[in-house]
T-cell receptor, first 113, second 111 residues
Framework: DVKVTQSSRYLVKRTGEKVFLECVQD?????MFWYRQDPGLGLRLIYF???????EKGDIPEGYSVSREKKERFSLILESASTNQTSMYLC????????????FGSGTRLTVV | GQSLEQPSEVTAVEGAIVQINCTYQ??????LSWYQQHDGGAPTFLSY????GLEETGRFSSFLSRSDSYGYLLLQELQMKDSASYFC????????????FGSGTRLQVQP
C-alpha cells in the first residue's frame, strides 16, 4: 500500500523553538506539498516542491521554510515557533502530471506553548 | 487568486441522498477535485472532473459545470460511515502546480 508518512502524530513545542516536521513518501512521486488545516479555514498551502531541491511558496509561507534534499523526503521548518502556528499540518504527494489526486499523510498536530 | 465556496454543514438521514455544492473563482481552470476526511484522519481523494458532466463512482457522483463555475458531490444511499468532512479543490492558475481547497462541508448522517 502506498504511503505518505509523517514522523510525528502529536508535537508540543515552546515559543521560539526551531521545529522540524518530516514527511516521507514511498511512491516515487515528484510533487510534495505542505498544508496546514485550521477549523473553518480548510487546507491552506504553505509550500510545495515539484522536484528535488525545488520549492515554491504557497499562500501562507511566512514563518516557514522547507527542504527537499531527496525525492522521498520533504521537511517543513518553523524557524521560530509561535503560538499562531498551532495547527494540524498535512503533507501530501502526487506524481508529476497528476494535478488532482493527492495522497495525504495522517498529519501532525502541533501545539506551540 | 482562487477561492471556493461550499456550505459549512449538511445533515441527512441514513439511506437518503445528499448534494454538497461548490462554487469557485479562478483565473484559469484545470479541474475540480473532491476529498473526504473523517475526524482524525487524512483527506482521501474521491473524484475529479475536468470536463462538464457527471462522473459516477459507486454511491458517489461528482458534477461539473465550467460555464457556471460550479460543481457538486452527490452521495446516494447514505451510510453512517459517510459522516465526514468533504472538501472541493481546484487547480486554477497555470503557474501554480498545487490545489486550492475549500473550507470544507461537514456531513452528519443521522439514523
Amino acid at each position: 500500500d502506498v504511503k505518505v508518512t509523517q514522523s510525528s502524530r502529536y508535537l508540543v513545542k515552546r515559543t521560539g523553538e526551531k521545529v522540524f516536521l518530516e514527511c516521507v513518501q514511498d511512491m516515487d512521486h515528484e510533487n510534495m506539498f505542505w498544508y496546514r488545516q485550521d477549523p473553518g479555514l480548510g487546507l491552506r498551502l504553505i509550500y510545495f516542491s515539484y522536484d528535488v531541491k525545488m520549492k515554491e511558496k504557497g499562500d501562507i509561507p511566512e514563518g516557514y521554510s522547507v527542504s527537499r534534499e531527496k525525492k522521498e523526503r520533504f521537511s517543513l521548518i518553523l524557524e521560530s515557533a509561535s503560538t499562531n502556528q498551532t495547527s494540524m499540518y498535512l503533507c501530501a504527494s502526487t506524481p508529476r502530471d497528476n494535478n488532482y489526486g493527492y495522497t495525504f499523510g495522517s498529519g501532525t498536530r502541533l501545539t506551540v506553548v | 487568486g482562487q477561492s471556493l465556496e461550499q456550505p459549512s454543514e449538511v445533515t441527512a438521514v441514513e439511506g437518503a441522498i445528499v448534494q454538497i455544492n461548490c462554487t469557485y473563482q479562478t483565473s484559469g481552470f484545470y479541474g475540480l477535485s473532491w476529498y473526504q476526511q473523517h475526524d482524525g484522519g487524512a483527506p482521501t481523494f474521491l473524484s475529479y472532473n475536468a470536463l462538464d458532466g457527471l462522473e459516477e463512482t459507486g454511491r458517489f457522483s461528482s458534477f461539473l459545470s465550467r460555464s457556471d463555475s460550479y460543481g457538486y458531490l452527490l452521495l446516494q444511499e447514505l451510510q453512517m460511515k459517510d459522516s465526514a468532512s468533504y472538501f472541493c479543490a481546484v487547480k486554477g492558475d497555470t503557474g501554480r502546480r498545487a490545489l486550492t481547497f475549500g473550507s470544507g462541508t461537514r456531513l452528519q448522517v443521522q439514523p
